[in-house]
């Protein structure tokens, strides 16, 4: 987005008032970054700081409470209306989940297009009745780690959303309300961006211990029978830390070996794609000896040289993913003033270019990084390099290195040409985040037939996002390492979708007819047999359930104890309170769970002494062979991994059944055909009313204009003015504009109210999270005033404790900005687009929106220090796959080492019922 002198000056004094809550709640409403002790304003038991994070503290353990609850069978019958309850009406100040309860009332029910779904048909009679049994199901993931990940990352997203949303939204009744910030964090952010390194330099980009680039190509013959064959061998200088650097030759088949040899050893792991191959050459242009300070430049022609084996196709140098390719040289000097050209032939570049994205993409991932796959490509067989190699690399990585420069020539006068227009985005801005101003964009488009009749400010916000795809297109298409391979792509897709046929199929067919077909063929239940939706979920699912039978029969031999395999079964398909109680049990002792389900008396039959006996054996073994202690331990401990193996398979078995009976329920197909109705039916009738199909021509007209003016920049000489760059690619946006904008503007005039419904759901949203929930606030100075009861508790204990988070989260704040800082440091690869910002900055802001910045970053500061697992897989060793969890956790306990640790609250635990009680009232308004 476009990044303006007055944007930068409204920064500036944004940093002065990032603290404030609201707009309307107080000139006292600021950021105390003294040290000084903070003073409660006259009449207040707290200050502004510990009015904030007290509010926030008692938010964060509601939403805790509520999000867990949300696996109950009852907690709809909680919500209150729509959903029937065995307890009666529930009142809004009596909801025993008054967060969720809120979210759920104002902004999922009210949806424009849920709002007209009937409250006994559908909300009770359909929806409540699937979700309770589902929820009864009690589809396992306790043992089932792959789940139980998913599952876990997605309740604390939701989490720390509804939190966000909540504590940014009520405001407290002072105005008062602070936050501590660092402005030290922005610099960091800066830093971050200003980085100068790139992805795609040919040297210095160090990625889990790997510095690899394909930095050039030679010719090898091989003989075949009687002939010899020329093949491309791509060298990869590989570089490791404290080892010399070492050149290594692979041909393009042993990349394909690579990618079979890394699928065999990390099944389960998903790859990225080999690039095809590519056997185009391209002939550039270098300046020779006696040049001027030019001298290192480096040109395309406009002609690509063909061989007998490339496809005479043209490339280009502009953009940071485009190469030339090889070892062959052509010399044909040519007089020009007192220096000469030399035209070289670069042999498979656009190859060598992705192959080199292709191998750093793969090293990103530490696994694949530290595969022994990954190992014997980078460093068997070893190649010296002769001088004429040795050009050849200098030849390339000079073109590299032009090529980066050339994208920043690009990203910079697209940053001019937008920041001429910040003067008119920031008066957008202001229009859109202003009251109903998403409703006014709108209107104004329903309103208006073509762009030249929309206001100055509207006309200009247009011209900015001309800038914004013009280089999203040239990013993509030709400035990636891969962008060779995607254009391609995407021209073999554009060559076979038949467009003509397409429109008229979409003219003349009426999709809701042929989908309500489709779903009375699938869903229909003759005679109350199983449907045939039912039929196809059903043979999945059985498909599932009798591959998991053959690995337990397997497991079972292995084994060889009936006994103790009908065990474990028997937990598996008992209920959920019986297994809480020996989950508890095996958490309280620190044993694992299998010791204790089957030393229980509760599943019959019970085991011998000597069968416990075994057990406990072969659990020692197991924590023992863990630890590398001797291969004897491993073999007995194998006994305790069949174990582990025989119980997971078994919970996935019993999970798939229970999907199984969710399927076969009928409510299951009554709820799909409701949900069905719900969303597809609006859609359908507003792209039909809105002649929807004339819309593939235009399509159609502006992927192929796209393609010639790619074409075309591919041909360019790459010392060729960037503006005309840049402009060719505005230009293409302008002329497919009126296109697009007819396009939207059908679809508004057309929408039957359904955008203006939008809008307005979208604007409820934002109007909470700016002013609150119908203006209530939340006094926390009451509860420390008497005004509210909060039962026996010490309140200069509490305030204490208060005073401790607040230290708590100054300490993080500032643990994770060293520990940023670090990373920067320690790390030398940057994100995809090589450090370079795109043509503008943020034109909005989450102020503008009614989040504010500070709770933004301190959910950002969560997410970061609880980084993502990689999703565990099955291993063919358990015992392996078990060192493999304990090194993640080991190295998690690195990465966390220094983090500030929580402090126990006890008294504001006891203010709950009473803050619950406030707060119930304040969203019940």
Known sequence: MASTDIQSLDGNIQDLTLGRDHATQGPHNVVSTSSKVPVPPPGQTLTGKQEHYLKREMISAQVVYEISELASTTALQRFGAPFRSEFGEVAPVDSDLPLLRYIFVHHVRNFPFLDQAREKEFWQDKLQVFLESFAGKHISSSEDRLEETKRRKLAIKAQKLVELMMVSGIPTASGYEERIRFSELEVVDRGANEQGLLVNAPEGNSINGWDVNV??????????????????????????????????????????????????????????????????????????????????????????????????????????????????????????????????????????????????????????????????????????????????????????????????????????????????????????????????????????????????????????????????????????????????????????????????????????????????????????????????????????????????????????????????????????????????????????????ILRSERFAPDLTPQQIGTVFNAYVAWTNAVENVDEEMKRGAQLFAYLKQLLKMYTRQRDKAQMLSVIEEPVTLHLFRDLFTIFYEPLVRVYKSANVYNSITDFASFAEDMFSVLTTAQRQDVSADPNQTVQSFIDLCARHQDNFYKFVHEVHIHDNGLFTKLMGWLEGILEFLRHGPNGGKLDMNALFQGAVDVGNIDKQTAIAEIDALIKWQEERKKWHQDKTRQKMAADSAVPANGGLTPPGSATFRSSDFGLNEADVADLQDDEDSDEDEDDEQDDADPIAGERKRRAKQADRLRRSAGEPVKPDVKELTGMKEGFLAMLRMVLAG
């Open 215 to 596: 930095a050039g190509v030679r010719t090898t013959s091989v003989k075949r029978t009687v002939r010899y064959h020329q093949h491309a061998e791509f060298l990869i200088r590989v570089k490791q830390a404290g080892k010399p650097d070492v050149y290594v030759g692979r041909r393009y088949g042993e990349f394909s070996k690579l990618h079979k040899r890394l699928r065999t050893e990390l099944p389960g792991r998903l790859l990225a794609p080999l690039p095809r191959k590519n056997k185009n050459h391209t002939t550039s242009m270098f300046l020779g000896a006696g040049g001027d300070d030019d001298a290192s430049s480096v040109s395309s022609v406009s002609t690509q040289a063909t061989g007998p084996d490339d496809g005479g196709s043209f490339r280009h140098l502009m953009g940071r993913g485009h190469s030339r390719s090889a070892s062959t040289q052509s010399p044909s000097p040519r007089a020009s003033g007192d220096f000469t050209r030399e035209k070289v032939v670069l042999y498979r570049e656009d190859q060598r270019v992705s192959l080199r994205a292709f191998l750093r993409t793969f090293l990103q991932n530490p696994q694949i990084a530290e595969s022994k796959a990954m190992q014997d490509f980078l460093t068997d067989r070893p190649v010296k390099i002769n001088e004429e190699e040795l050009n050849d690399i200098e030849r390339r990585k000079t073109m590299d290195e032009k090529r980066m420069e050339e994208q920043r020539r690009f990203y910079e006068i697209a940053r001019e040409r937008a920041r001429e227009l910040d003067i008119y985005m920031e008066r957008f801005r202001r229009d859109i985040v202003e009251r109903n101003g998403l409703t006014k964009l709108f209107q104004e488009i329903k309103d208006k037939e073509k762009i030249a009749d929309l206001s100055v400010e509207y006309q200009k916000f247009a011209e900015w996002l001309r800038i914004e795809v013009a280089a999203t297109i040239y990013h993509v298409f030709l400035s990636e390492e891969n962008s060779p391979e995607l254009l391609a792509q995407a021209k073999r897709i554009h060559s076979m979708i038949p467009y003509a046929a397409l429109k008229q199929v979409i003219r003349f067919a009426n999709p809701a007819a042929v989908m309500s077909g489709v779903l009375d063929l699938f869903l229909a239940q003759p005679f109350g047999t199983r449907s045939l939706a039912q039929r196809i979920f059903g043979l999945a699912l059985n498909d599932g359930i009798k591959s998991f039978q053959k690995s337990i029969d397997s497991l079972v031999l292995k084994i060889d104890d009936p006994i103790l395999c009908e065990k474990l079964k028997r937990f598996c398909n008992a209920d959920e309170d019986s297994k809480n109680e020996l989950r508890s049990e095996a958490a309280a002792e620190k044993i694992d769970l299998i010791v204790v």
